[in-house]
């Protein structure tokens, strides 16, 4: 029997897969989906969503993907790591993505043959293609220089292509260094961390949406406040920290994460940080 099931929940709640159900609509995370639901309707190129580790980018990507209306008209793709080899291996991979067949000559054919897909697709379909990239920070020079080859597409209303990036905030220096790049970004947003009253939301969202009854709590409030204190609103490590909490209470065979459980719990936890960082 999982530790969840003891404590009268149906599905572990801090998991931390990039899962679109568990996703609490925090104000910053709220802002970067309405505003790239925009940039792609008006089909305005690209979009780039920035933030550190753990801050929710690819849970944001997923949750996009999930619930962006499902009206004809919206094909996404999505790329999970754009650690290509060569330019080739990501004309190749994007063709294949797109749904054409391969055989091409060159990395200009292959472009060329994009360019003409995504031609009859937006504006004899009046069809919008949506490409995700997610770890962005991978992308080499190369890669962006490619993208922005493909971001030219473009009729006098709007791009051909949509490009919504995710990436950790050191793309913005790589960005920033090739000329014109920054001048293509249509839409750009920076993901923050929870504050403490969203991080008390998204916990008790969490173990809601794992089942746990109305008018039960398994976390004191100054225990949310101290994980608050520890995480500083990062939502992974919050999540991280409440399942360890969850487990300490079972393994106490207690019902309530209080203050005292969880300072001690979050002692080790720096200890294991500062040994790490040692
Ligand atoms: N809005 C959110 N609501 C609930 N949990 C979230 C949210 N954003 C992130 N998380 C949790 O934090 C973890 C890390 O998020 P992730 O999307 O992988 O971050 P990033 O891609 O920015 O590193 C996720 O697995 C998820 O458990
Ligand atoms: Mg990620």
Partial sequence: MSYYT???????????????????????????????????RLRRGLSLILGDVGTGKTTLARTLLANFPREDGFTFHM??????ESEYQFLLHLSR????????KSALDA??????????????DSHT???MIDEGQKLSGDMLENLRVLLNYETNEFK??????????????RIRRIRNFIDRVAMKYIINPLSEQETAQMIEFRLRSAGLPSGT?????DAVEAVHRFTQGYPRRIALVCHNALEALVAH????????????????ESRWLDEVAA
Avoid at 79 to 84: A, G, R, T, Y
Avoid at 253 to 268: K, M, T, Y
Wanted: charged share 15%; hydrophobic share 45%; glycine share 6%.
């Fill in 97 to 104: 993505l797109l749904g054409l067949p391969g055989g091409f």
């Fill in 6 to 40: 003891v404590l009268g929940l149906a599905k572990e709640p801090f998991s931390t897969s990039p899962d679109p159900t568990f996703f609490f609509r925090s104000s910053s995370h709220v802002q970067a989906l309405t505003r790239l639901e925009i940039a792609i």
């Fill in 217 to 221: 709590t398994l976390f004191s409030p």
């Fill in 160 to 173: 051909l292509l949509q490009v919504v990036i995710f990436a950790q905030m050191e793309l913005l220096g």
């Fill in 253 to 268: 065979e207690r019902s309530l994460v209080d203050g005292p459980l969880i300072q001690e719990l979050l002692h080790d």
């Fill in 79 to 84: 790329i999970l790591d754009p650690s290509f």
């Fill in 111 to 124: 472009r060329e043959t994009i360019e003409h897909h995504l031609f009859q697709r937006g504006v004899t």
């Fill in 129 to 131: 293609t949506v490409l």
